[in-house]
């Protein structure tokens, strides 16, 4: 079957990386992600197993579509009846560049936004599942039994199944975020592309709800992230329906590896924070995970914090400015810099969403990688420390 992993720009190559340490060879790897050729039992892998990714989709069709009309034709090509009964809710997302209409000022059938787009094919699958049985699906947007995706390019659609329902990064762990969570599969990009195995010690100074060092210790341990949470197709019904199985006999199979290898886990990671509250949160988040044996924070300056030891990697998120005033988010960041060119023989990868960031932090940096955090371009900035300031 055709499966596409959607990745948030700029983690494309990161999560090829991953589906190859996976055993699951991409075939290409397009802007918006991975596209792999997967049996049922390689999608229940990649469900359980995939930390980068935001969603595993299975492809359904492909069409022309030059507006409303043709979408809608386009959607009743598939046999809705394969995938979902009256009685299931459903749920419809589009994303993707709209078509334009052929005809200049053309209004009529044109696709203007993408809940429109999405209304449109919610009706054509309810229309045909209401003339073959005389009933058609409620309509769940949070937690639907079947989560179908339009995906537009232009002058065609694909249309696309999501079999986990709702995006890989709810992982299960995670109740309070604090005031600016970082996304799991955007934590998980950063541990993967810093390089960081577990063979040395990590802290994050900047901890905030502990999804950096959460992530850390998953990636380090190798425990799939999704082992805990639910995903729609065990509701499956039809075609697909043994997906559901595949699932639950491969989260048992890795809770029981997790048990085990945190049992035996001898990794150094630390987490400081000033914000006691938040701090509270990471260990509420952090004992869901399972890793409160494993995971150390506690409250600290990131300004202040003593020097760590060679070979450490520092890996975090600092503030951008929005929870700060913009003399005080700089004031931080220069004192960040005179305190860890001190750090001799440690790296730290930061990512930098503040456009004054290199100037205020004062350090030289080896490589960069261009990401964003939800709609915000941000930089993950690789650091060798114990040099000079530029100034």
Not at 221 to 232: E, H, Q, T, V
Not at 240 to 264: D, N, Y
Not at 370 to 382: A, F, I, K, M, W
């Amino acid at each position: 079957m055709r499966v596409l992993i959607t990745a948030s720009a700029g983690t494309q190559r990161l999560l090829a990386g991953e589906c190859g340490d996976l055993g699951l060879r991409p075939k290409r790897v397009p802007a918006h992600g991975v596209e792999l050729d997967l049996d049922w039992g390689q999608i229940a892998h990649a469900l359980v197993h995939i930390s980068i990714g935001q969603r595993v989709l299975i492809r359904l069709c492909h069409f022309p579509c030059d507006g409303a009309d043709s979408l809608y034709e386009g959607a009743l090509s598939v046999d809705w009846s394969k995938w979902i009964d009256a009685d299931q809710t459903l749920a419809v997302a589009a994303t993707g560049r709209l078509p334009k209409p052929r005809q200049p000022g053309a209004q009529r059938g044109q696709l203007t936004h993408h809940v429109f787009a999405s209304q449109r094919v919610k009706d054509a699958i309810c229309d045909q599942l209401r003339e073959r049985s005389g009933r058609r699906p409620s309509v769940q947007l949070d937690y639907p039994d079947v989560r179908v995706v339009a995906r537009f390019h232009g002058d065609a659609c694909s249309l696309w199944l999501d079999p986990a329902g709702t995006a890989l990064h709810r992982r299960g762990y995670r109740g309070d975020t604090g005031a600016a969570p970082l996304r799991e599969t955007l934590a998980a990009a950063i541990i993967y592309a810093s390089e960081w195995h577990g063979e040395r010690p990590l802290v994050d100074p900047f901890c905030g709800s502990g999804t950096v060092l959460i992530e850390a210790a998953q990636l380090a341990l190798g425990l799939a992230p999704g082992r805990n949470r639910g995903f729609a197709a065990s509701g499956w019904r039809h075609e697909g329906a043994e997906l559901g199985p595949l699932i639950e006999a491969a989260q048992e199979r890795e809770r029981a590896h997790a048990k085990e290898s945190i049992a035996k886990a001898n990794i150094d990671i630390r987490g400081y924070d000033i914000n006691v509250d938040v701090l509270r949160a990471a260990r509420v988040n952090i004992a869901r995970a399972g890793l409160a044996n494993v995971i150390r924070v506690e409250q600290g300056d990131a300004t202040r914090m003593p020097p760590p030891a060679p070979g450490t990697a520092i890996i975090c998120n600092p503030p951008y400015g929005e929870r700060l005033g913009g003399d005080e988010v700089i004031g931080l960041y220069e004192a960040m810099g005179r305190h860890w060119a001190e750090f001799t023989g440690c790296e730290a990868h930061l990512l930098d969403g503040h456009e004054a960031f290199i100037d205020a932090f004062g350090l030289e940096w080896a490589d960069s990688l261009q990401l964003t955090n939800g709609s915000l371009p941000v930089v993950l900035r690789h650091y060798r420390l114990g040099g000079r300031r530029k100034w």
